[in-house]
């Protein structure tokens, strides 16, 4: 079973550019939510994505977006890049829904450069 | 507001021996709580789980204790061996249909052969 998959793996791209990062999901998986991780900030919550729906959104500026697609993969946006938003950007997938609590599993991440 | 806290930034252990790592939280909404090892430049991988509804949950070398008056819950590895060297971070979860994970700062796990 293939796992979670974030393309590109690496991007370097200039301030004022914008950017989307692709996720693919597990098969069979409905939820993707997307994470920054930064060495001051950590592991941080952008959002969260169910059957094409925004379900939940962590505390980022509007530059931030995202979407869903039916068959469940996603994209994330960043547009007018600065140099704060160089991170891992990091898309997990879970089973979700049905009332049980279910892990979410990681793609490996994207690395942004911005300069 | 650090609802997930991991109040030390590292850890050294021997081969063999226990590895304990610790988890504090705040937030008495969360009801589901993970682990994750990560290496740098790569995604978390998910080690184990546990519900608010248990108090112990054992996957082979790995077992994850949680004390919910004391809002704290810890990971213990047994026996430590050197591919655990890692960071762990643990996430919490509250709510059902609601994915968004708060994690910890980490700990780096370190062990000494």
């Known amino acids: 079973k293939a796992g979670v998959t974030q393309t590109p793996r690496y991007l370097i791209k200039t301030r004022g550019q914008q950017v989307t990062l692709s996720c693919s999901p597990i098969?069979?998986?409905?939820?993707v939510s997307w994470y920054q991780q930064t060495p001051g900030q950590g592991l941080q919550f952008l959002f969260e994505y169910f059957s094409e729906t925004q379900r939940n959104k962590g505390n980022f500026p509007g530059r931030f977006s995202g979407r869903q697609f039916s068959n469940s993969r996603s994209e994330m946006n960043v547009s007018t890049l600065e140099l704060g938003d160089s991170a891992l950007y990091l898309c997990?997938?879970?089973?979700?829904?049905?009332?049980?609590?279910?892990?979410?599993?990681f793609g490996q991440g994207t690395r942004l450069t911005v300069v | 507001d650090q609802q997930v806290k991991q109040n030390s930034p590292s850890l050294s252990v021997q081969e063999g021996r226990i590895s304990i790592l610790n988890c504090d939280y705040t937030?008495?909404?969360?009801?589901?709580f993970l682990w994750y090892k990560k290496y740098p430049a790569e995604g978390p991988t998910f080690l184990i789980s546990i519900s608010s509804i248990k108090d112990k949950n054992e996957d082979g070398r790995f077992t994850v204790f949680l004390n919910k008056s004391a809002k704290h819950l810890s990971l213990h590895i047994v026996p430590s061996q050197p591919g655990d060297s890692a960071v762990y971070f643990c996430?919490?979860?509250?709510?059902?249909?609601?994915?968004?994970?708060?994690f910890g700062t980490g700990t780096r796990l370190t062990i000494i052969p």
């Open positions: 997990a997938s879970s089973l979700a829904g049905g009332g049980m609590n279910t892990e979410a599993f």
């Open positions: 996430a919490a979860r509250s709510n059902f249909g609601n994915e968004k994970l708060t």
């Open positions: 937030n008495s909404m969360f009801d589901y």
């Open positions: 098969s069979g998986h409905r939820s």
